[in-house]
Every structure is written in C-alpha cells, then in structure tokens.
C-alpha cells in the first residue's frame, strides 16, 4: 500500500511538473513573440531599432503610406513582366530574342524600383535625428543595392564558386 501510493505521488508530481512546464513555455514564447513583434504595425521595429519618438514616428508613417501605393504599383509591374517573360520561355523552350528583352525589361523595371526605394529611404532618414537618419539610410542602401551582391562575389575571379573562369 506504501509502494502504491509513493508512486501516485511521483505520477502526481511529475503530470503537475510537465503542465507547469508546458504553461510556462507558452507564457514566454507569447511575451517574447508581443516584445519583439507588433503584428499590427510593420513600423514597431523601426521606432524601437532608432528610438523614434512619437512626432518623427508619425511622419514617417505618413512617408510610409504615402510610399506603399507607389512600391505595390512597382511590384505588379515587375511580377507582370516576369509572368510574360517564364510564358515566352516556356512556349519556345530557348532564349529567344523576345525573352532576352523581357529580361531586359524586367531588370529596368528592379533598377526604376530600387531608385525609388531609394529616394523613400532618403526621405525617411531626413525624418529621424541625424545619426539614426544615417544608420537607417547605411542599413536600407545595404539591403536594396547588396541584394546580388553575395552572388556577384562569389562569381567573380577568386570567389571560390567552383566554376572555372578563363
């Protein structure tokens, strides 16, 4: 009988050590998840990255969907463009001079969009205090122009692809 409920103690024990566990895990991961992302405002990052206040704030929330309009227009047109250019691929099974020009195309419409992404970002820089404006615009210029670079260098002489370049 001794033995009997000894273990019962211990399945107790254990049963109430693993529902605090598992409560405790899902307790962190929702504070740590409300701490790091806002779901409902993509700028949170932005004002907690750069310590903005509430006037710079809602000025470039203001940049932002001012901006927004402009890079989905972007995006349909750049999307539209590769739709047409995967369908001439597919339907002539080569490069054709059509699709070597819808590549073309493509790459004019990223290069338009880049410029403007740019032009946005110096915008929102002018709306933060100085160095945060600096490091914000060093980060943004990073991201948009040093998207191909990894694959650039790597392709270059010495990059160590594994492809053999005269």
């Known amino acids: 009988m001794n033995t009997w409920k000894t273990w019962l103690l211990v399945v107790g024990a ?15 991961a929702r504070w740590c998840t409300g ?6 405002d993509d700028l949170d990052w932005l004002r907690r990255e750069f310590r903005l206040g509430a006037e710079e704030m809602a000025r470039i929330r ?28 597919a339907a002539q099974g080569t490069l054709t001079p ?12 990223r290069a338009q969009c880049q410029a403007d992404m740019l032009r946005h970002f110096v915008e929102v820089s002018r709306a933060m205090p ?23 260098r790597a392709m270059t002489p010495g990059g160590h692809t594994g492809h053999a370049h005269p």
């Not at 100085?130 to 650039?152: I, K, N, S």
């Open 130 to 152: 100085p160095e945060q404006g600096r490091r914000y615009l060093a980060e943004m210029q990073r991201l948009t122009l040093g998207f191909h670079e990894q694959t650039e």
């Open 14 to 28: 254990l049963v109430t050590a693993a529902a605090v566990f598992v409560l405790t895990s899902q307790a962190v």
């Open 35 to 40: 701490r790091l992302v806002n779901p409902h």
């Open 98 to 109: 059509h699709a070597e020009a819808l590549l073309r195309d493509v790459a004019a419409l």
């Open 62 to 89: 203001e940049l932002h969907a001012g901006y927004l309009p402009r890079c989905q227009a972007w995006c349909a047109q750049i999307a539209a463009k590769k739709t047409e250019l995967a369908a001439e691929l």
